[in-house]
């Protein structure tokens, strides 16, 4: 106890140098913290973008290229897959519904995303919730579309409003379906998923506003009116990717393969879950990377704790010597440099921790908006309260370091320094 | 107290040898030893206090050879018999005066036992110890040790040696950093509170002057043979 006291009394009175020390730690410990949090935020994240989907399926491709386009609208589909290879696949007895998505066109910025209506209800997101309409309801006519919420936030669109849609996926677009514009049916509450930065239209809409291009340009002389392409059989000829929902998980390895070997096209297909396990396969060595770099900031901080109360040491042998005189016998003085460390990196613990929940609390709207990327605040997971005891005891076993020197300092010294 | 054929030299220095061959303190004496600098007199109250062990040879406290005690019971026992003061920097510059005060009694219970016995509480007994130094405790109660003077601060060191009225109070050229006349208040005080307590005093000084306040005057050249080698 009486320790304990000395200890802090001893740090009050160097405060600035211990307050320097603490903060150091606290730092580290925050940055430490923090990557964790990005990183099982991130993990989240992207789990939480898909789920209620048991397979997708795309042209033959990687595994993961098209979990990355057809789910997060990362990077380009090789291939189509047509629309009749698809609606034979469709038949199979396993399958309960087949939601079909086209991509490839974007409208400032953000994707353009064909679908059926099916999709506002198959598609499901962070343990099975389905899409929220904030307001309006999903496309009903050839030239209504459903807007994410960042779409609605970022360019201020409201039901109602005209949409003109550009060809390709180019943030500044120069080619656009201007002749063909949509009008904002519903927009949808806010997710942390792709959809919020998706504008959505029927698949039938995606294919009349291509009615009249040929080869990536508008054919001259050839222009199709809004309303003459209503008329037109609307069909769509190929589709990007298609996800599919089984009437019994017990099927899906049977309808994966069945999809991998259907004999007309080259097809994938895909579960979703598996596929991230093969992103993370690919990311874990960066995330290992982040965390090893974040864990030796942690020993820097540590490191110049140590040295901190070293340095201390020579200019306190009178304090160990007092010490010594009033029966305060060298295990004392071990345990009084000990605890000093001790509350040093307690201190910056959890000073870290409370700075870090402090900055997610500030920040993460932030993060959400500016990268999408939604950091749960929770409380510290086990592994990370392990990880911060970890440190703790890390910290402690530093600080044996000066002690054990100040240790034999006090047994060689007696109590005969003279200052 | 005694020393009974007492060889001791300091691990690692082969240099500096101190023997001792029969010294004894009887219970209640006053004594000033005398000795230059670099005498030996930090060794020599060393060993007596327990710091370190004689290479031969026994020092006994009280009925107690400091030398069959073990490490942390000698360092209980220096806590429960002993007040010792310094030349000077007596005091942890962080702690407040009374928390320098009633430091020992952190490591002795018998001692805390008697200042509570005495004073009620230990910080009551703190306060009274340092009124009866003449110290105005109320301007320098919460203070920090660092910001007194140095004669406030030997005063400090007094009182925490006589806190919970240890058999022994050492005192290694106490008075040295004062001037005269603070020097002669100084003793003034801390004969008054041994006096009260019956405690026994051995105080190390090269000035000869202050001879006349002691029961027995010892000269540490007539009981210790210091050897010096011969220096490489």
Not at chain 2, 42 to 66: E, Y
């Amino acid at each position: 106890m009486i320790v304990l006291r000395l200890a802090l009394q001893s740090l009050r009175n160097r405060w600035g140098t211990a307050l320097l020390t603490a903060l150091a730690i606290a730092l580290s410990i925050m940055l430490l913290l923090g990557v964790e949090k990005v990183r099982t935020g991130a993990r989240q994240s992207f789990t939480d973008t898909i789920a209620g989907t048991d397979l997708i399926v795309g042209a033959r491709s990687g595994s993961l290229n098209l979990l990355l386009y057809a789910v997060f609208r990362i990077g380009n589909a090789t291939n189509n897959i047509t629309w009749d290879s698809l609606q034979e696949i469709a038949k199979a007895p396993e399958i309960a519904w087949v939601v079909p998505v086209s991509l490839g066109d974007t409208h400032r910025g953000f994707r353009v995303l064909g679908t059926s209506v099916d999709y506002f209800e198959r598609y499901k997101y962070r343990r099975n919730q389905a899409l929220q309409f904030s307001v309006g309801k999903p496309f009903a006519d050839l030239f209504d579309a459903v807007i994410g919420a960042d779409v609605a936030s970022k360019l201020g669109y409201k039901v109602g409003d005209r949409v003109v849609i550009a060809h390709g996926l180019g943030n500044v677009a120069f080619v656009e379906h201007d002749d063909k514009p949509f009008v904002v049916s519903g927009i949808l509450a806010k997710t942390g998923t792709p959809a919020d930065r998706t504008v959505h239209v029927s698949l039938e809409a995606i294919e009349a506003i291509h009615v009249d291009w040929q080869s990536g340009g508008r054919a001259a002389g050839q222009g199709v009116s809004a309303d003459d392409v209503r008329r037109k059989n609307l069909t769509p000829q190929a589709v990007t990717a298609a996800m599919i929902g089984l009437k019994s998980r017990i099927a899906t390895f049977k309808v994966q393969r069945a999809i991998n070997e259907y004999p007309k096209e080259a097809l994938t297909a895909i579960v979703p879950g598996a596929a991230l396990q093969e992103l993370w396969g690919l990311v874990g060595t960066a995330e290992t990377a982040l965390s090893a770099v974040s864990l030796m900031v942690v020993v820097t901080a540590l490191l110049g704790m140590v040295t901190m109360i070293l340095t201390t040491l020579n200019e306190r042998r009178r304090e160990m010597a007092i010490l010594r005189s009033v029966g305060a016998g060298p295990g004392t003085i071990l345990g009084l440099l000990v605890s000093e460390a001790a509350v040093l990196v307690i201190v910056g613990v959890v000073a870290g921790a409370a700075l870090l929940y402090a900055a997610l609390l500030m920040a993460q709207p932030w993060i959400d908006r500016a990268y999408g990327l939604y950091i749960p605040i929770s409380a510290p997971t086990s592994y990370e309260l392990m990880l911060l005891s970890g440190i703790v005891a890390a910290g402690i076993l530093a600080g044996l370091l000066p002690a054990l020197r100040a240790y034999r300092l006090s047994l060689s010294d007696g109590m005969m320094v003279r200052v | 107290m005694t020393f009974d054929s007492v060889r001791f030299a300091w691990p690692g220095s082969a240099r500096f040898r101190l023997s001792v061959a029969e010294f004894s303190l009887a219970r209640g004496e006053r004594m000033l030893l005398i000795g230059p600098s670099g005498s030996g007199k930090s060794t020599f109250l060393s060993l007596l206090a327990g710091i370190v062990t004689p290479d031969q040879g026994r020092v006994s406290v009280l009925g107690t050879d400091l030398g069959t005690l073990a490490n942390h019971a000698r360092d209980r026992f220096r806590a429960a018999h002993f007040g010792i003061i310094f030349q000077q920097f007596n005091l942890l510059p962080y702690a407040s005066v009374v928390d320098n005060v009633v430091l020992p009694l952190s490591f002795s219970n018998t001692r805390h036992a008697r200042a509570v016995a005495s004073g009620g509480q230990v910080h009551t007994e703190a306060r009274r110890l340092l009124g009866r130094l003449g110290l105005d405790t109320a301007s320098i109660d919460g203070a920090r040790a660092s910001s007194l003077s140095v004669g406030q601060q030997q005063r400090v060191a007094a009182a925490r040696a006589l806190i919970g009225s240890p058999e022994l109070i050492v005192a290694d050229e106490p008075t040295s950093s004062l001037d005269r006349g603070h020097q002669m208040a100084f003793l003034d005080l801390l004969f008054a509170d041994l006096d009260a307590a019956g405690t026994s005093l051995i105080m190390v000084s090269h000035d000869e002057t202050l001879a006349h306040r002691f029961t027995r005057v010892v000269r540490l050249d007539d009981i210790a043979t210091i050897a010096r080698g011969v220096s490489a």
